[in-house]
Structure formats: C-alpha cells, structure tokens
C-alpha cells in the first residue's frame, strides 16, 4: 500500500524559509518509476502545483510562481523528497500535498493516484 506522509509546515515570516518532507512508503525510488509532486491549495483557491520530481532520474519542474525559490529533491535512501522553500511570501500561504503517480502532465492533480494529508504553511507580512 503506497502512503505519502508530509511534514515540515508551519508559520513563518516573510523572506523565510521553511523545508518541507514527503516521506513515501509502499513503493522504492531505486526500482520504481514515480512523478512525486507537491500541490499547494489556499481557502477558496483551486489546488495547484508547486514542483514535480522523478524517482527515476531526479527531473525537477517547477511552477513559474515559485522558480528560483523553492528547491526540490529526494534522497532514494529515506525514499523522501523534500522541498526547500525559501523568500516565502504571503501568498505562499497554503495546505501543501504531496502526490505520487504517473502523470502525463505533471501540474494535473486529478492524474495523481495517490496523495498525502497535507501540511498547513502560514507566511505573515
């Protein structure tokens, strides 16, 4: 059974950083071929994606809004991706998930088979 458990949120000021976790059980990044995203979705906002990273060769895509920012990466022997996020600003304020799946296109969440609880990130101004 693949679970996703993400970890890492909480409340920072603007220009922070935070480092977020997507611990993945139930499958391998060293023999298994994922596209691991990460969402982000504020009150009343349709969900979007943030940044995407294969397990197979490490490919990152990064959303125009958070390029330059927001680091992603994975370490195959915690089978976790991680995403730095740095220069916060108030309109990162957001529940972030992590997804797992095999998207043809990696900012669609509906192509995502499996999914995280989320975690809350707070930016004040």
């Known amino acids: 059974e693949v679970q996703l458990v993400e970890s890492g949120g909480g409340l920072v000021q603007a220009g922070g950083s935070l480092r977020l976790s997507c611990a993945a059980s139930?499958?391998?990044?060293?023999?298994?071929?994922?596209?691991i995203s990460w969402f982000r979705q504020a009150p009343g906002k349709e969900r979007e994606g943030v940044s995407c990273?294969?397990?197979?060769?490490?490919?990152?895509y990064y959303a125009d809004s958070v390029k330059g920012r927001f680091t992603n990466s994975k370490d195959n022997a915690r089978n976790t991706v991680y995403l730095e996020m740095n220069d916060l600003k108030p309109e990162d304020t957001a529940v972030y998930f992590c997804a797992a799946g095999a998207p043809l296109y990696w900012g669609r969440s509906y192509e995502y088979d499996y999914w995280g609880q989320g975690t809350q990130v707070t930016v004040s101004s």
């Open positions: 990273i294969s397990t197979s060769d490490g490919s990152t």
């Open positions: 139930g499958f391998s990044f060293d023999y298994d071929d994922y596209a």
